[in-house]
């Protein structure tokens, strides 16, 4: 599959609704879950509300990035059609933000693009992964992607 | 979210056509990858084709899972309406099969499940997945949630 552009990767990850986070647990494997995430100053933010003690699927993705900071996003398409195929990788490193400027920005960001957010805003800490390393791949040649349909599984 | 059981992940799992798989690069970092696959004895199968020496991206993940097994693939469903959202997560230990029986019962589920596999049968190694632990949610309550639909990102 050709690879994509810098370009193209972050307008395909901005677009898109849901990505897939791993972070690794305390014995090394990589724990899974989508987020839905805004693209804020070039770095990935989720929000992680319900944070009280014991919020055990929650409170996991946090205590393991205190732990060891490594984290990667996958943002991809499918499709019947396997033309239209997509996929963009972020490696990096994830840093929870309890308050902050940029805690604020991606809070704001979340309710301009997700209408549940906007109707309730959350208020819980935001999961930051900064980006060392994107990586994206396509099936498609020549014509440009479109981004949508972006609903499904 | 409400928990969903064993059935219910299984059905879900085999019914989506796309699932996004985590290994474990030689640094310890989680690799993420799209992947179609099927449920084949209780084991998570996808083909890894054009495997030729150098081919980075898909050698990449078998090179992981023969230095260290551990994996996991996550199966879930966005929506843009949240009361809609699921996610089933598969923790378990990967190991590549070149050839046998569940090999090419894996193949012949692949090509019945995904039509462009019966029009170009894949000839390639098959990563199995074995789970470990299965776990799902679902933020919907009440009424048996409904699979599809199942395309998009």
């Known amino acids: 599959m050709p690879a994509l552009d810098a370009d ?3 307008r395909l990850v901005a677009a898109a609704p849901v990505g897939r986070l791993a ?11 989508p987020i839905t995430y805004v693209l804020v100053d070039g770095v990935v933010c989720s929000v992680v509300d319900e944070v009280k003690p014991k ?32 996929w963009v990788r972020i490696d990096g490193r994830a840093a929870v933000h309890e308050a902050g400027g940029l805690r604020d920005r991606a809070l704001d960001a979340l309710c ?17 992964l900064e980006p060392t390393a994107w990586k994206g791949w396509t099936a498609a040649t020549g014509a440009p992607l479109a981004g949508g349909p972006v609903t499904g599984t």
Do not use: I, M
């Open 8 to 10: 193209a990767c972050r």
């Open 23 to 33: 972070t690794l647990r305390r014995d090394g494997t990589p724990r899974l879950v």
């Open 55 to 86: 919020t055990s699927t929650r409170l996991a993705r946090l205590g393991d990035v205190a732990r060891d900071p490594r984290a990667a996003l996958l943002v991809d398409r499918y499709a019947a059609d396997w033309a239209q195929l997509w």
């Open 112 to 128: 301009a693009k997700y209408p549940p957010y906007a109707a309730a805003r959350p208020d819980g800490v935001v999961l930051v």
